[in-house]
């Protein structure tokens, strides 16, 4: 997902709310449906989005951190962005890859959902995916602008339910996105070269609140 859901700040509403959301106790991954894993997702995203002035761009991060690598499978999202140059990569290159693309996709997460005005997430429906995945249904309602569709593709890996790719709208797949954005970058640059390229993005997020 590369749209940007949020194109202004919002004032901050709700502080205390909020604290209290961040810090509310998780229900242990393997026991959580899809929906429910969703459903806690969303209340740390509206908590963050909720305390954002306060928090800035480190505290956001800081919270979401958790939530993000509780619900989504990190490890192998970098692997399908990666495509096929994921298996030329050495161990260590692998390690790397992965710390940087969760360092972005934490970061992606803070850097967008930065001030509140009202919104809220509804879940839809759950429907049976291809390959063994789960697709559900959400909608981020924006009572200050157009509603945003979001599907998450789930599968269950190791007996637990994690994300592992998220559609925008129509059918827009955050991970297609990345493959096609990464494939140049390995091609001209090299494995190296794509560790480097997100190392850069990560620290523009970061100086970008």
Known sequence: MTLKLFSRRFALAGLAGAAAAISAPRLPAESRMPTKMI??????????MRAADTLGFNGRYAHLKP???DSFHLPIMAQIATGSFWRKASPGQQAQLIQVFSDVSVGTYAN???GFSGQSFQTKVTREGPQKTMLVDTVLR???????????????IKGTWRIIDVLLG?????????RSEYRRILKSDGIDGLIATLKRKARDLRSSD
């Open 112 to 114: 967008r959902f930065s």
């Open 170 to 178: 129509p059918g827009i797949s955050e991970m297609a996105v990345r």
């Open 39 to 48: 459903d806690e997702f969303h209340e740390s995203l509206l908590a963050v």
């Open 142 to 156: 924006n009572p200050s602008g157009r509603d945003v569709d979001l599907t998450y593709v789930c599968r269950k």
């Open 67 to 69: 939530s993000i690598e």
